[in-house]
């Protein structure tokens, strides 16, 4: 009898060292992937130079047309940003597709999720919409579904045709740096921030080609160039998000060239 | 004709008032709820700013006031405390009670009610809400299970299916069992509510480690509260139900004691922690020492929720007096809601703006809707009904009854050595 007693309390230690050490390495290994995931070749990210923004909003009308978007939401808003040299300057904000994005860390679903390319997804189908990653998201890049979006979209086809589904009534949508356009793209052998057809629409669309487009891990790309010149900032980086939009600040010598 | 109906209808009193007005409550409630789901959250008046508002603090501080079913059965079957046992015994239920609310009202409350089973499918460890949705879960299994000798009292049940109702008694035998798996679940998830908050970068008045600490020490006081409280007014208004006044008034003295500590906990954690100025954080202070949540935060929280039952449950002669008990006991549940209120509050409202340079801070605001009350209120009737229906029909309240003795460790003696 206290022979088998034994037993069963070996057979529950070892039992719950096992869970314990399953657990443990599911955890690491989750760990490991919200800190970025694995990584692909290319890392796309994006620079907005605020010299060159004149807060048109093509690229927001051309971002609701490409992702059918409802005119109640902006997954790219343009806001007023003071004045540098007598000039009003515009902050342009996308989603910031961060390296440790707040959002995937706390989704209980893993709807959020990083591509291996370093796009912060969303998966809608997963989504429960506890609004958790909304809560979460220092930029307020994230927008509720209150509603269905079931009227036509007004920016089409004015600003472009969709490129993908609707998001349904319930869930949280933000951009997406026109994933579908560089996945496409790249399996027709387009380069991402080079030709039109592979890059995200507000990109394409800016007038004043104040946004560039390109791969962080390409030294020769013009995006590279540009954040090895000249000075950048990054939205709220003393967070440790590490967003992958940056930002060439408007100087008042901009200004100066421009009138001359 | 109208004589005879009239001799058919039952005879008004007390108690089909209360189930007459609970209801009403009822019925706004699942209108409100249909409602939802059929609209979608637009009838509410939550936010992209502030996304989450009433029905979180309702579900915040029903698995608050559940509380008491964990830190009760953990007192009575770990740490030995066997003369609680009939106290934990309502605060089982009163937990049960306390945990279905909350899944009620996070149903609503999700944007897409009806594919909530794929919080169990799609797993993301690393989420606090993955943790606080696995521990519900299972806590409310373990809940049901130390519920099944109290439904087991149900008379219908125990005449319709006595062999059944026998073995759901016997499940008692497993009560130190559950009540570690209880005490596991619990400490895990309360906590972590208090994490949920704390671990978000972006509101920086949500953003400390304290807050686990709070949520896990105010749930403990609140759901004790709230099983003695309900306890104590079940038994002046009806003779279903009956308590032993010593053992409520020594826990209610364990009650003024630890609101001692919460006290200092809130009291270091709120006014102590912003001395210098941090952007969003000390406009988070500011909210509710001189702003919107103010009364809220001085009069239901520190003077109602704290203070003043700290005083008449420390003090010997309120203590004994009933009614001042039942007073005191009631309040700090009051001060529980509002701390989840506040919490919840003081960190949405706050915006820090993300322009480069220096933040500046702006003020969201939130008011619930006639939707969000109706279903609230909504999910608070249904509670109070569950209860009231077990104090009736489960005998929940009945402090003099004691469960047969649970199973322990069988010693027996070695053979006496023969020489």
Same mark, same amino acid.
């Given at each position: 009898?206290?022979?088998?007693?034994?037993?069963?309390?070996d057979?529950?230690?070892?039992?719950?060292v096992?869970?314990?050490t399953?657990?443990?390495?599911?955890?690491m290994?989750?760990?490991e992937?919200?800190?970025g995931?694995?990584?692909g070749p290319?890392?796309?990210?994006m620079?907005?130079?605020q010299?060159?923004?004149n807060?048109c909003?093509?690229?927001?009308?051309?971002c609701?047309?490409?992702?059918?978007?409802?005119?109640d939401?902006s997954?790219?808003?343009?806001?007023?940003?003071?004045e540098?040299?007598?000039?009003?300057v515009f $902050?342009p904000?996308?989603?910031m597709?961060?390296?440790h994005a707040?959002?995937?860390?706390?989704?209980?679903?893993?709807?959020?999720?990083?591509?291996?390319?370093?796009?912060?997804?969303?998966?809608?189908d997963?989504?429960?919409g506890?609004?958790?990653c909304?809560?979460?998201c220092?930029y307020q890049?994230r927008?509720f579904?209150?509603e269905?979006?079931e009227?036509?979209n007004?920016?089409?086809?004015e600003?472009?045709?969709?490129?993908?589904?609707?998001?349904?009534?319930?869930?949280?949508?933000?951009?997406?740096?026109?994933?579908?356009r560089?996945?496409?793209?790249?399996?027709?052998?387009l380069?991402?921030?080079?030709d039109?057809?592979?890059?995200p629409?507000c990109?394409v669309?800016c007038?004043t080609g104040?946004?560039?487009?390109?791969?962080?891990n390409?030294?020769?790309?013009?995006f590279?160039?540009?954040?090895h010149?000249?000075?950048?900032?990054? $939205?709220?980086d003393? $967070?440790?998000t590490?967003?992958r939009v =940056? =930002?060439v600040?408007?100087?008042?010598?901009?200004?100066?060239e421009a009138t001359? | 004709?109208?004589?005879?109906l009239?001799a058919r209808?039952?005879k008004?009193?007390l108690?089909?008032?209360w189930?007459?007005?609970?209801?009403?409550?009822?019925f706004?409630?699942?209108t409100?709820?249909v409602?939802?789901l059929?609209?979608?959250l637009?009838?509410?008046n939550?936010t992209?700013?502030v996304?989450w508002?009433?029905?979180i603090t309702i579900?915040?501080?029903?698995?608050a006031l559940a509380?008491?079913?964990?830190s009760?059965?953990?007192?009575?079957?770990?740490?030995?405390?066997?003369r609680y046992?009939?106290?934990?015994?309502?605060a089982?239920f009163?937990?049960l009670?306390?945990?279905?609310?909350a899944?009620?009202?996070?149903?609503?409350?999700i944007g897409?009610?009806f594919?909530?089973?794929?919080?169990?499918i799609?797993?993301?460890?690393?989420?606090l809400?993955?943790?606080?949705?696995m521990?519900?879960?299972?806590?409310?299994?373990?809940?049901?299970?130390?519920?099944?000798?109290?439904?087991?009292?149900?008379?219908?049940?125990r005449?319709?299916?006595?062999?059944?109702?026998?073995?759901?008694s016997h499940?008692?035998?497993?009560?130190?069992y559950?009540?570690i798996?209880?005490?596991?679940?619990?400490?895990?998830?309360q906590?972590?509510?208090?994490?949920?908050y704390?671990?978000?970068?972006?509101?920086?008045?949500?953003?400390?480690?304290?807050?686990s600490?709070l949520f896990?020490?105010?749930?403990?006081?609140?759901?004790i509260?709230m099983?003695l409280f309900?306890s104590?007014?079940?038994?002046?208004l009806t003779?279903k139900?009956?308590?032993?006044?010593?053992l409520?008034e020594?826990?209610?003295?364990f009650?003024g004691w630890a609101l001692v500590?919460?006290f200092y906990w809130r009291?270091?954690?709120?006014l102590s922690?912003t001395?210098?100025?941090?952007p969003g954080?000390?406009?988070?202070?500011h909210?509710?020492?001189?702003?919107?949540?103010?009364?809220n @935060?001085?009069?239901g929280?520190?003077?109602?929720?704290?203070?003043?039952?700290?005083?008449l449950?420390?003090?010997?002669k309120t203590?004994?007096?009933? @009614?001042w008990?039942?007073?005191?006991l009631l309040?700090?549940?009051?001060?529980?809601v509002? @701390?989840?209120?506040?919490i919840?509050?003081s960190g949405?409202?706050v915006?820090?703006?993300y322009?480069?340079?220096?933040?500046?801070v702006s003020?969201?605001?939130y008011?619930?809707?006639?939707v969000e009350?109706?279903?609230?209120?909504?999910?608070?009737a249904?509670g109070?009904?569950? @209860?009231?229906?077990?104090?009736?029909y489960?005998?929940?309240?009945?402090?003099?009854?004691?469960?047969?003795e649970?199973?322990?460790?069988?010693?027996?003696?070695?053979?006496?050595?023969?020489v």
């Amino acid at each position: 009898m206290t022979d088998n007693k034994l037993h069963r309390r070996d057979f529950l230690k070892i039992a719950a060292v096992g869970v314990a050490t399953v657990a443990g390495a599911r955890a690491m290994s989750r760990a490991e992937a919200s800190s970025g995931g694995e990584k692909g070749p290319h890392q796309w990210a994006m620079v907005i130079d605020q010299a060159k923004c004149n807060g048109c909003g093509y690229c927001t009308l051309a971002c609701r047309a490409h992702n059918d978007v409802s005119p109640d939401i902006s997954w790219n808003v343009i806001l007023p940003a003071g004045e540098v040299g007598g000039h009003q300057v515009f $902050l342009p904000r996308p989603c910031m597709h961060c390296e440790h994005a707040p959002c995937v860390e706390v989704c209980m679903v893993g709807a959020s999720y990083y591509r291996p390319d370093g796009i912060v997804m969303m998966d809608y189908d997963k989504c429960i919409g506890c609004r958790y990653c909304e809560v979460a998201c220092p930029y307020q890049a994230r927008s509720f579904n209150w509603e269905a979006f079931e009227d036509t979209n007004p920016a089409v086809p004015e600003w472009g045709q969709p490129e993908v589904d609707r998001r349904p009534r319930g869930v949280p949508e933000k951009c997406s740096f026109c994933y579908q356009r560089i996945d496409r793209g790249m399996s027709m052998g387009l380069k991402p921030g080079v030709d039109p057809d592979a890059t995200p629409a507000c990109v394409v669309v800016c007038p004043t080609g104040a946004r560039i487009f390109g791969d962080l891990n390409d030294p020769e790309s013009e995006f590279s160039k540009i954040i090895h010149s000249q000075y950048t900032v990054r $939205l709220r980086d003393e $967070l440790g998000t590490a967003p992958r939009v =940056y =930002y060439v600040p408007a100087e008042a010598e901009d200004f100066e060239e421009a009138t001359s | 004709m109208i004589a005879k109906l009239k001799a058919r209808l039952p005879k008004p009193t007390l108690w089909l008032a209360w189930l007459a007005f609970l209801g009403l409550f009822l019925f706004t409630g699942v209108t409100a709820g249909v409602l939802v789901l059929w609209k979608g959250l637009s009838v509410t008046n939550l936010t992209d700013y502030v996304p989450w508002g009433l029905w979180i603090t309702i579900d915040l501080s029903s698995i608050a006031l559940a509380a008491g079913a964990f830190s009760l059965c953990a007192a009575v079957y770990l740490i030995g405390l066997k003369r609680y046992q009939p106290i934990a015994r309502t605060a089982t239920f009163v937990g049960l009670i306390g945990y279905s609310m909350a899944m009620l009202c996070l149903f609503i409350d999700i944007g897409r009610p009806f594919k909530f089973y794929q919080a169990l499918i799609y797993w993301n460890t690393h989420s606090l809400l993955w943790e606080v949705t696995m521990c519900v879960i299972l806590y409310f299994t373990v809940l049901l299970l130390e519920s099944m000798p109290i439904i087991a009292n149900w008379e219908w049940l125990r005449n319709r299916f006595p062999k059944l109702t026998a073995k759901m008694s016997h499940v008692h035998h497993y009560a130190p069992y559950l009540a570690i798996a209880g005490l596991f679940l619990s400490s895990l998830h309360q906590s972590s509510l208090g994490a949920t908050y704390g671990v978000l970068k972006a509101r920086p008045f949500w953003y400390k480690p304290e807050m686990s600490v709070l949520f896990m020490l105010s749930a403990i006081i609140g759901g004790i509260s709230m099983t003695l409280f309900a306890s104590m007014l079940a038994s002046r208004l009806t003779s279903k139900a009956k308590i032993n006044d010593a053992l409520i008034e020594r826990v209610s003295h364990f009650i003024g004691w630890a609101l001692v500590g919460y006290f200092y906990w809130r009291f270091w954690d709120t006014l102590s922690m912003t001395y210098t100025y941090e952007p969003g954080r000390t406009e988070g202070l500011h909210l509710i020492t001189t702003g919107p949540l103010a009364f809220n @935060f001085w009069i239901g929280e520190v003077l109602l929720g704290i203070v003043v039952p700290m005083i008449l449950l420390l003090n010997r002669k309120t203590r004994l007096n009933p @009614f001042w008990r039942m007073a005191a006991l009631l309040m700090v549940v009051g001060g529980v809601v509002a @701390f989840r209120w506040d919490i919840n509050l003081s960190g949405a409202l706050v915006l820090v703006s993300y322009l480069p340079g220096q933040p500046t801070v702006s003020y969201a605001s939130y008011t619930p809707s006639l939707v969000e009350w109706a279903a609230g209120l909504g999910v608070i009737a249904y509670g109070l009904l569950a @209860f009231s229906l077990g104090v009736r029909y489960l005998r929940v309240v009945d402090h003099r009854l004691t469960d047969e003795e649970h199973e322990t460790v069988k010693v027996t003696a070695t053979e006496p050595v023969t020489v």
